[in-house]
């Protein structure tokens, strides 16, 4: 079947700010405005398209990236409309990463805000071309000319204002366009969708024509030919400009900016136009590349070339499974066709192809080059994975996504629901590569773990919700360990008789610490036979039985030395299970002659944060039993680095966002284990032995 709309008209790009910059009502002026919706869904109504969960509906935030594909001028374009909380990040990368163009989106009021920052960098990480819209110019407080001023002293881009606002606050009433120099206003009876031209206001052609000369050095500086013309004549033409701009934002030397209200239907069609006019189609794209063995395979975005597409996003339908959102970078595809999954090595068969419309649906029978669809039937795929023909193999660069910051304990209030919260959890961690779960072996807890409170709030919201599971939820235990400090020896003879065989164990050991991460050792020093070969196993086994719950606390015991070095044996009643026993109990009775010691994990923690906020950044390490190792510059902010213990830990990536105004991050890692101070180590001991009712 042949192509309807040429893949120079094909656009595919997203919506990234802040929080409350308004992504979603923008996005809901784009459908209504391209006839997508006739209805405009409001956020604070519960009733945005793009929208859909009920927890979004009832947050007024967006939580899951949605995907819709619209037409403007003859042009495709499939939009994402990404979350802007940073517990979502996940939900920007992938988007990012399949993505061809972005609209950076500011408030008005706020200008560059922390999420901004964050969601800007992850764009220019995979060299995103932007246009910016600066929303809410009908709020108080509201300034265009602040807001471009911050993209570059902020953001370092090189901001290129398109429209200059008429009016702002509650006299905001539309917008100059730079390019054809007109007044464009927005007729009220319509909800915006009729355009009103006209001349430019003369209070406002003086600024008018300042920012018009402004786009036109700017265009000028692109191309040496285009600059001796301006220098020549002082202007340039239309075409010219829009051919210039369009280039230079393909290849990220500027940034258009428009702006308008898109609550009050303001400035959403010239933001439109700028969508078609100025960011890429793939064929402007450079070519796939993979690093082969022996050379690098080069693949042009074009229907022609063999298919080659990435999973970027699975979502876990109720009704149809494992929905799997696709885009394809070369080729074309049917449904039915068997392809190579190269990043797993192994052939998946497509069922279904999907034009995906928010949570509506409706059946293609092929995807090209340039669409983003989604795909019923690849069980196997994960996030990320390259998806191509059999015969000419392509591996693409996967997505990265940053390492889980906080983690809580989880469990099914209803014993019957361990297998229906196993099978939640599992599907909701197939769905989000940054929400892992784990089971811990020494509390015999469930451990999920996800981007901050937030995230999992709605991770276990979404459980009950969708998979009917309702949980408790606690904070995870700390995995401390148990060690000795000085050497000691003795010995424990095990002596019971009831009648016919009896038992006799008898063994004596010698306990001694080592060093930090040294682990534990067995040594066997018996000679001339006083206890028989046989039963060295069965004493070692002991000694590790009784290391598994320690006697001082009931946690591990870790990096000792455990050395049998004498004993006596009975030729009847001696057995393997007599000397495990005697060996299990002379280990946890001199054990706790050999002043035990509490050990905690410590951590490794790196904390950047803008230089205003060194001090408390510093403070806030230290207040958690931390130390300061090193402080460092990177990029225009702090770095500190140190060592806390990971108890101290919890609740420390809201802590740092809220210290930071949302500007700071932190990552960690462990590092090894120290000793607990003896007052905390006391008070951690008596809630242990409570919780198990150790005596």
């Known amino acids: 079947m042949a192509r309807t709309i040429s893949l120079l008209r094909v656009r595919n790009i997203g919506i990234m700010a802040h929080i409350d910059a308004g992504k979603t009502t923008v996005s809901e002026r784009i459908l209504f405005y391209a006839g997508k919706t006739h209805k405009l869904g409001e956020v604070h109504d519960g009733e945005a398209i793009m929208d859909f969960m009920d927890q979004e509906q009832e947050r007024g935030i967006t939580i899951t990236s949605a995907a819709t594909t619209l037409s403007w001028n003859d042009h495709q374009v499939t939009l994402i409309d990404t979350p802007g909380h940073v517990d979502f990040t996940a939900e920007v990368e992938r988007s990012l990463r399949v993505l061809d163009g972005a609209v950076a989106l500011f408030c008005a009021v706020g200008g560059v805000q922390p999420q901004s920052e964050q969601v800007w960098r992850q764009s220019e990480k995979y060299n995103v071309p932007k246009i910016a819209f600066v929303n809410k110019m009908d709020r108080v407080g509201a300034d265009f000319f602040g807001v471009v001023d911050e993209i570059k002293t902020i953001l370092g881009g090189n901001p290129v204002p398109m429209v200059v606002p008429i009016g702002k606050e509650d006299k905001f009433e539309g917008v100059i366009d730079l390019v054809k120099m007109k007044a464009i206003y927005y007729s009220e009876e319509d909800q915006g969708r009729t355009i009103i031209e006209k001349e430019i206001p003369v209070a406002k052609m003086k600024k008018a024509k300042t920012w018009r000369a402004n786009l036109v050095e700017k265009s000028a500086e692109q191309e040496d030919a285009l600059l001796e013309k301006f220098l020549e004549t002082g202007n340039l033409s239309e075409d010219e400009i829009l051919s210039i701009i369009?280039?230079?934002?393909?290849?990220?030397?500027?940034?258009?900016?428009?702006?308008?209200?898109?609550?009050?239907?303001?400035?959403?069609?010239?933001?439109?136009?700028?969508?078609?006019?100025?960011?890429?189609?793939?064929?402007?794209?450079?070519?796939?590349?993979?690093?082969?063995?022996?050379?690098?395979?080069?693949?042009?975005?074009?229907?022609?070339?063999?298919?080659?597409?990435?999973?970027?996003?699975?979502?876990?339908?109720?009704?149809?499974?494992?929905?799997?959102?696709?885009?394809?970078?070369?080729?074309?595809?049917?449904?039915?066709?068997?392809?190579?999954?190269?990043?797993?090595?192994?052939?998946?068969?497509?069922?279904?192809?999907?034009?995906?419309?928010?949570?509506?649906?409706?059946?293609?029978?092929?995807?090209?080059?340039?669409?983003?669809?989604?795909?019923?039937?690849?069980?196997?795929?994960?996030?990320?994975?390259?998806?191509?023909?059999?015969?000419?193999?392509?591996?693409?660069?996967?997505?990265?996504?940053?390492?889980?910051?906080?983690?809580?304990?989880?469990?099914?209030?209803?014993?019957?629901?361990?297998?229906?919260?196993?099978?939640?959890?599992?599907?909701?961690?197939?769905?989000?590569?940054?929400?892992?779960?784990?089971?811990?072996?020494?509390?015999?807890?469930?451990?999920?773990?996800?981007?901050?409170?937030?995230?999992?709030?709605?991770?276990?919201?979404?459980?009950?919700?969708?998979?009917?599971?309702?949980?408790?939820?606690?904070?995870?235990?700390?995995?401390?360990?148990?060690?000795?400090?000085?050497?000691?020896?003795?010995?424990?003879?095990?002596?019971?008789?009831?009648?016919?065989?009896?038992?006799?164990?008898?063994?004596?050991?010698?306990?001694?610490?080592?060093?930090?991460?040294?682990?534990?050792?067995?040594?066997?020093?018996?000679?001339?036979?006083?206890?028989?070969?046989?039963?060295?196993?069965?004493?070692?086994?002991?000694?590790?039985?009784?290391?598994?719950?320690?006697?001082?606390?009931?946690?591990?015991?870790?990096?000792?030395?455990?050395?049998?070095?004498?004993?006596?044996?009975?030729?009847?009643?001696?057995?393997?299970?007599?000397?495990?026993?005697?060996?299990?109990v002379c280990f946890k009775t001199l054990f706790m002659q050999a002043r035990p010691e509490l050990l905690e994990p410590v951590m490794s923690v790196e904390v950047i944060a803008p230089e205003d906020y060194m001090g408390p950044a510093s403070g806030s390490i230290c207040q958690r039993r931390g130390r300061i190792e090193s402080m460092s510059e990177q990029g225009g902010s702090k770095v500190i680095q140190g060592m806390v213990p990971l108890s101290e830990m919890f609740g420390y990536s809201n802590a740092i966002r809220t210290m930071t105004q949302g500007r700071g991050s932190f990552t960690m890692h462990f590092e090894h284990y120290e000793t607990v101070p003896f007052s905390i180590a006391e008070e951690i001991i008596k809630k242990r032995r409570e919780a198990n009712k150790i005596r």
């Open 246 to 584: 369009r280039k230079a934002t393909i290849t990220r030397r500027v940034i258009p900016v428009y702006c308008g209200s898109a609550f009050k239907n303001k400035g959403i069609q010239q933001l439109l136009d700028g969508i078609v006019n100025f960011l890429p189609s793939p064929e402007d794209l450079p070519p796939l590349v993979h690093a082969g063995a022996d050379e690098n395979i080069l693949r042009a975005h074009s229907d022609d070339e063999p298919f080659a597409a990435m999973a970027f996003k699975i979502i876990a339908d109720r009704h149809m499974g494992k929905l799997t959102l696709m885009r394809v970078y070369s080729g074309t595809i049917m449904a039915g066709t068997v392809v190579l999954n190269s990043t797993q090595k192994k052939t998946q068969r497509i069922g279904r192809l999907l034009r995906i419309h928010a949570n509506r649906q409706e059946s293609i029978n092929e995807a090209r080059c340039g669409d983003i669809v989604g795909v019923v039937g690849l069980g196997d795929v994960r996030t990320g994975d390259t998806l191509c023909c059999q015969e000419h193999p392509i591996l693409l660069e996967s997505i990265e996504f940053p390492a889980p910051v906080m983690s809580i304990s989880i469990k099914p209030e209803s014993r019957s629901d361990n297998e229906k919260m196993g099978a939640a959890l599992r599907h909701l961690s197939d769905e989000d590569p940054t929400f892992l779960v784990s089971f811990d072996e020494e509390t015999s807890e469930t451990i999920i773990s996800g981007m901050g409170e937030l995230h999992l709030e709605v991770l276990v919201e979404r459980m009950k919700r969708e998979f009917g599971v309702v949980a408790e939820v606690g904070r995870p235990e700390v995995a401390y360990r148990e060690t000795a400090t000085i050497l000691v020896q003795g010995q424990y003879k095990h002596v019971k008789q009831s009648g016919g065989r009896g038992q006799y164990g008898h063994v004596y050991l010698r306990l001694e610490p080592r060093g930090p991460g040294e682990g534990f050792e067995f040594v066997n020093e018996i000679k001339g036979g006083h206890i028989p070969d046989t039963y060295i196993p069965s004493i070692e086994k002991g000694v590790l039985k009784a290391m598994m719950s320690g006697p001082y606390a009931g946690y591990p015991v870790v990096d000792m030395r455990v050395t049998v070095y004498d004993g006596s044996y009975h030729e009847v009643d001696s057995s393997d299970f007599a000397f495990v026993e005697a060996a299990r």
